[in-house]
């Protein structure tokens, strides 16, 4: 037995919400801790949501057509499918891009790192001629687990190692950070230096506590 259109249009109603929920939960509980994983979906997602949209308005425009030839509703159930099928992913991508577009996501990409994901961006300054997302960024990262901030990269102790002092100001004091919100780096601290293509370099500053990181990025 056939289901009716209208059947069919309210039965699809709540699956389509249950499945963004569903993807919500996903990206919350899995995605969000899995960088590069999260990237592969989102491109996917981006993919499908574009084809199944186009194929929705083919066949509202041949459903439209047929409508208007033979003077009836003609909008077919394929057409309610993938009308909802395509709410649904561009629902999902809507999550999808805004947790890929959290700012350590987008580190842990671009440095190959592994910043744990439950924090508070209390700071965030960066360099407005920058281009392609190149040039200077300034962030200021507070967790409440330590654990996870000792484990994140392979610290160094800073106290005898002057010498981050001078690129790490350079870039603050070109950004017009506040000078309230700079790393001390007379008192104890550890740093984590990477330089990737020898022209680019992030540099990631915490004290004893582990609650707090300072992240200072030069991307060329």
Not at 149 to 155: D, E, F, N
Not at 168 to 189: A, E, F, Q, R, W
Request: some cysteine.
């Amino acid at each position: 037995m056939k289901l009716s259109k209208k059947r069919l249009f309210i039965s699809l109603i709540p699956i389509s919400v249950i499945c963004v929920g569903l993807v919500q939960l996903i990206v919350e509980k899995i995605l969000s801790k899995k960088d590069m994983l999260l990237f592969n979906v989102r491109s996917f997602c981006t993919f499908a949501a574009i084809i199944t949209a186009a194929v929705s308005i083919i066949l509202l425009i041949i459903d439209v057509v047929k409508s208007y030839l033979q003077k009836k509703n003609c909008i077919s159930r394929i057409f309610m499918i993938m009308t909802a099928v395509s709410i649904v992913l561009w629902g999902s991508l809507y999550f999808l891009i805004n947790e890929d577009n959290k700012p350590y996501h987008v580190i842990n990409i671009n440095w190959d790192m592994h910043l744990p994901n439950h924090y508070k961006e209390t700071y965030y300054k960066e360099d407005t001629s920058s281009v392609m997302g190149n040039g200077l960024r300034f962030s200021i990262f507070e967790y409440e687990n330590s654990d996870e901030i000792k484990k994140a990269v392979k610290w160094t102790d800073g106290n005898d190692v002057k010498e981050i002092a001078v690129p790490v100001i350079t870039i603050l004091d070109s950004l017009h950070v506040d000078y309230d919100k700079y790393p001390d780096l007379n008192g104890n601290y550890k740093y984590y230096h990477q330089n990737k293509d020898g022209n680019s370099d992030i540099y990631l500053i915490t004290n004893d506590e582990y609650k707090k990181i300072y992240i200072i990025e030069n991307l060329n």
